[in-house]
């Protein structure tokens, strides 16, 4: 069982940066893959990144790449989203995730996680 808690939401305007954490308890967080997904009002939960368990392999969706990167502490059992130029549309309900496996890649399909953390909300204001 693994136990997943999200930090560092909250209120930014457009252009600014907030730094996402997952800690993650268990001392097998290096072999779990991770991801970040977010819900914004109305809309599904949607993939945002993903790492698996080495930082070898990342992903991302096309809408934040370049302003997003995903990273990963095994020692610290941490995973972090740092977001830049942060827009309006970024606004959400961010969640983390963990797979347990050493997957060669990262996942992006959020259906494949076992382990979700309870969300922090992040919003842009324009």
């Known amino acids: 069982q693994v136990q997943l808690v999200e930090y560092g939401g909250g209120l930014v305007q457009a252009g600014g940066s907030l730094r996402l954490s997952c800690a993650a308890s268990g001392r097998t967080f290096s072999r779990y893959a991770m991801g970040w997904f977010r819900q914004a009002p109305g809309k599904e939960r949607e993939f945002v990144a993903g790492i698996n368990w080495s930082g070898g392999s990342i992903g991302y969706v096309d809408s934040v790449k370049g302003r997003f990167t995903i990273s990963r502490d095994n020692a610290k059992t941490t995973v972090y989203l740092q977001m830049n130029s942060l827009k309006p549309e970024d606004t959400a309900v961010y969640y983390c995730?963990?797979?347990?496996?050493?997957?060669?890649?990262?996942?992006?399909?959020?259906?494949?996680?076992?382990?979700w953390g309870q969300g922090t909300q992040v919003t842009v204001s324009s």
């Open positions: 995730a963990a797979k347990p496996g050493l997957w060669t890649t990262y996942v992006r399909q959020q259906g494949q996680y076992d382990y």
